[in-house]
């Protein structure tokens, strides 16, 4: 009933939204039908707000879940952006990894090639401490009574005999230098040279002026043989290369010097013995060695008497090629391939100096 008269009051007080009612679109409710309309149209006004009331709550509801959609999807996006981070630090993490292996075993072969190379100069260390301990030992030993003046000595003592044999070979076969027509005298009073080799810096002796035991060497016959050539001649010449080749046998001996032509000795018939190949090379090295361990060497007479004077001449140029020998090995140069008293002379006379003993 009390609902029924705040309808009535409703209808009988109009509000000013029903005074802005077009007259022309209001329905006209007979009296009968008052109660039904009112009832109807409350029903209707209940249902408004009852939708309302569902709006607002829905509204509510959608508002909040539309923020929890929203809050998940940047959460969504947060995760995905921390994903992507840390599948970044994982590839990374897997590269440096990588890198750290190889490295690693980078260290590990450095390590190893640095052990041998300690082991190895540990081993070198060592070798180099026992060599300074010889080293040690070694100048010691030169140092003291045995050592290197010791050497020395010995070598002066050597030199010394060696100069004496060598002065006795000159007394037994003196080279003299003819001044006069029978004035001969002997070969210290004419140096003619030194020991640095200079010995052109002098006035060169004429060969035909030297004699060997009161000899004289004359080359000519040996070039210019014929049925004129004094036979005495050719014999004395023949005598004094047998003087010669004596003395150079004896000296070679003294001074334990190996000759380059040996000589077979025998006075006046003298040879002298080549042991180069006289054959022409050829390609095969295998037979070369052979014909040159199995050739006997060639011999050259140092004598005319029923020779070829061509050999009897190239037995005259080695000869001379042993003195030139002996005067190399003391360190004098040679006056020529011609002067073969003269190189005899000065091999003699540096033998007999005093400088010989102190080289």
Same mark, same amino acid.
């Given at each position: 009933?009390?609902?029924?008269?705040?309808?009535?009051?409703?209808?009988?007080?109009?509000?000013?939204?029903?005074?802005?009612?077009?007259?022309?679109?209001?329905?006209?409710?007979?009296? &009968?039908?008052?109660?039904? =309309?009112?009832?109807? @149209?409350?029903?209707?006004?209940? +249902? %408004? *707000?009852? $939708?309302?009331?569902?709006?607002?709550?829905?509204?509510?509801?959608?508002?909040?879940?539309?923020?929890?959609?929203?809050?998940?999807?940047?959460?969504?996006?947060?995760?995905?952006?921390?994903?992507?981070?840390?599948?970044?630090?994982?590839?990374?993490?897997?590269?440096?990894?990588?890198?750290?292996?190889?490295?690693?075993?980078?260290?590990?072969?450095?390590? &190893?090639?640095?052990?041998? =190379?300690?082991?190895? @100069?540990?081993?070198?260390?060592? +070798? %180099? *401490?026992? $060599?300074?301990?010889?080293?040690?030992?070694?100048?010691?030993?030169?140092?003291?009574?045995?050592?290197?003046?010791?050497?020395?000595?010995?070598?002066?003592?050597?030199?010394?005999?060696?100069?004496?044999?060598?002065?006795?070979?000159?007394?037994?076969?003196?080279?003299?230098?003819?001044?006069?027509?029978?004035?001969?005298?002997?070969?210290?009073?004419?140096?003619?040279?030194?020991?640095?080799?200079?010995?052109?810096?002098?006035?060169?002796?004429?060969?035909? *002026?030297?004699?060997?035991?009161?000899?004289?060497?004359?080359?000519?016959?040996?070039?210019?043989?014929?049925?004129?050539?004094?036979?005495?001649?050719?014999?004395?010449?023949?005598?004094?290369?047998?003087?010669?080749?004596?003395?150079?046998?004896?000296?070679?001996?003294?001074?334990?010097?190996?000759?380059?032509?040996?000589?077979?000795?025998?006075?006046?018939?003298?040879?002298?013995?080549?042991?180069?190949?006289?054959?022409?090379?050829?390609?095969?090295?295998?037979?070369?060695?052979?014909?040159?361990?199995?050739?006997?060497?060639?011999?050259?007479?140092?004598?005319?008497?029923?020779?070829?004077?061509?050999?009897?001449?190239?037995?005259?140029?080695?000869?001379?090629?042993?003195?030139?020998?002996?005067?190399?090995?003391?360190?004098?140069?040679?006056?020529?391939?011609?002067?073969?008293?003269?190189?005899?002379?000065?091999?003699?006379?540096?033998?007999?100096?005093?400088?010989?003993?102190?080289?």
């Amino acid at each position: 009933m009390e609902q029924r008269q705040r309808q009535r009051q409703h209808l009988q007080h109009p509000t000013s939204t029903s005074k802005a009612i077009d007259p022309e679109n209001v329905k006209v409710i007979e009296w &009968e039908d008052y109660d039904q =309309e009112l009832a109807r @149209l409350w029903s209707l006004s209940s +249902a %408004l *707000s009852q $939708a309302d009331d569902k709006k607002q709550t829905l509204q509510q509801k959608l508002q909040s879940l539309i923020q929890v959609k929203a809050e998940s999807l940047k959460r969504s996006n947060e995760l995905e952006e921390m994903r992507e981070r840390l599948e970044a630090r994982r590839l990374l993490m897997e590269k440096m990894s990588m890198r750290s292996k190889v490295e690693k075993e980078d260290a590990k072969n450095q390590e &190893e090639r640095l052990s041998m =190379e300690v082991r190895s @100069l540990l081993v070198a260390g060592t +070798a %180099l *401490s026992v $060599a300074r301990k010889r080293l040690q030992e070694s100048n010691r030993l030169l140092a003291g009574e045995k050592g290197y003046g010791h050497l020395q000595k010995l070598q002066k003592m050597l030199r010394m005999r060696q100069q004496f044999m060598i002065s006795q070979v000159s007394f037994l076969y003196p080279v003299k230098i003819l001044v006069g027509p029978k004035q001969e005298q002997e070969l210290e009073s004419f140096p003619s040279g030194n020991r640095s080799g200079n010995s052109a810096a002098s006035k060169p002796v004429n060969p035909g *002026s030297l004699t060997i035991l009161g000899l004289h060497l004359t080359i000519l016959p040996f070039t210019k043989m014929s049925l004129f050539t004094d036979k005495k001649e050719v014999q004395r010449s023949a005598t004094a290369l047998g003087y010669i080749a004596h003395v150079v046998s004896l000296i070679a001996s003294y001074l334990e010097v190996p000759l380059r032509y040996p000589l077979r000795l025998g006075g006046s018939h003298t040879y002298i013995n080549d042991y180069a190949p006289s054959i022409e090379p050829t390609s095969d090295l295998s037979s070369n060695i052979a014909l040159s361990t199995n050739t006997k060497p060639a011999e050259f007479p140092l004598f005319l008497e029923g020779q070829d004077a061509t050999r009897a001449a190239y037995a005259v140029f080695l000869l001379n090629k042993d003195i030139e020998q002996l005067l190399n090995y003391i360190g004098v140069k040679s006056l020529g391939p011609r002067h073969v008293l003269a190189n005899l002379k000065e091999l003699l006379r540096t033998i007999q100096s005093p400088e010989y003993i102190d080289t």
